[in-house]
């Protein structure tokens, strides 16, 4: 283990000469970089994840690896972090100014609007209460008269109000429209494409002198609380293989996650991107107008889909669910409309 050791400080520091030598610096984790002076005491695959030999190899095996930027970011998180990232594609750029200039131009939606808005949810409710009926028709009598059971009873059994339902859409309008104008400079990019939501969510874009802006954000896994503070009320937990802010991705990445907390792998990292006056002016924003008609897939890709589906068929054969395991183990029933 210590020979391993000393010839990996050996190569690292190799790897920071040679930089400093040939490129003056500029390779990812090279002269810059303190793990390459910093002799490591012990070896321990958190060092070796931070190491700079190993990032470097690393990001440009992600970089030639065609992934996309969610699954990158995902990796470095999980590898040992990364430095600062410091640049955004022309089209990740275009989407940042959209959702940027959709923010401050915000236009309530016009009474027909909500009107259909509603009208979409009943059918969303309609269907839900279909697949409600089934699971809870083949749940034990134990667990429909639990407090969860009886909970579900009651949505399965209170008519869809819509009037009620587009009274709140208004209500939810106006308090989302006045947390947007008090959110200073965060914007949402959850509505701009699979890889913008899952790569950044929220960002933040600070107008600098002379009409550039700094867009930085930090990558991170947020706990319940942060993700959706009613969570830490009803007290939420995340569990190992159910992380609320990677629940788009599924029970894989939060085994992932779990596992390289604990091995010490696991790293934040932030990204500070400066765009000069005249790009900023020169790009175009755009927003995202697609929809994916099956949003799990479309936020998983086919291959961790298939795994997400192949890992839960797998448990419930081991732990048969019941009526809240059948709803998986952080379902929150639907307030009654």
């Known amino acids: ?44 695959l958190s060092s070796i994840v931070r190491s700079a030999p190993f990032q ?9 690896s065609g992934l996309p930027k969610p ?37 309530s939606p016009s ?29 034990p009598e134990e667990n429909k008269n639990s407090p969860l059971g009886k909970m579900i009873f009651n949505t399965i059994n209170t008519p869809f109000n819509l009037d009620e339902v587009v009274s709140n859409i208004k209500t939810v309008i106006n308090a989302k429209q006045k947390a947007i104008k008090n959110s200073g400079p965060v914007v949402n990019l959850y509505g701009q494409g699979r890889n913008m939501k899952m790569a950044y969510g929220n960002l933040s874009v600070y107008p600098q002198p002379g009409g550039g802006v700094q867009i930085y954000d930090r990558w991170k896994v947020d706990k319940p609380e942060q993700v959706m503070p009613s969570l830490a009320k009803l007290g939420v937990k995340d569990q190992v293989d159910s992380v609320a802010d990677l629940s788009e991705g599924g029970p894989i990445p939060a085994l992932i996650y779990n596992a390289a907390k604990a091995l010490g792998t696991y790293e934040p990292f932030d990204i500070r991107v400066n765009v000069s006056p005249q790009d900023w002016q020169n790009i175009q924003g755009r927003v995202n107008t ?48």
């Open 290 to 337: 697609t929809m994916a008609p099956d949003r799990a897939k479309e936020e998983q890709g086919s291959t961790l889909n298939y795994l997400n589906t192949l890992y839960q068929k797998t448990k419930n054969q081991i732990v048969p669910p019941g009526l809240p395991a059948a709803l998986g183990p952080n379902f929150i029933p639907p307030l009654a409309p």
């Open 71 to 107: 699954e990158q970011f995902y990796i470095k998180g999980m590898t040992g972090g990364s430095k600062d990232i410091t640049t955004m594609t022309p089209e990740e750029l275009a989407l940042v100014k959209g959702a940027y200039e959709q923010k401050q131009n915000i236009k």
């Open 111 to 139: 009474d027909q609007d909500i009107f259909m808005m509603a009208k979409q949810q009943e059918l969303m409710h309609q269907s839900f209460v279909k697949n409600l009926k089934e699971e809870y028709a083949k749940s």
């Open 56 to 64: 470097a190899v690393r990001d440009v095996a992600l970089e030639k």
């Open 1 to 44: 283990m210590e020979l391993f050791q000393r010839f990996l400080n050996r190569v690292g520091r190799a790897y920071g000469q040679a930089d400093k030598r040939l490129f003056g610096g500029m390779l990812p984790g090279g002269a810059a970089s303190p793990l390459v002076t910093t002799p490591q005491s012990a070896l321990s």
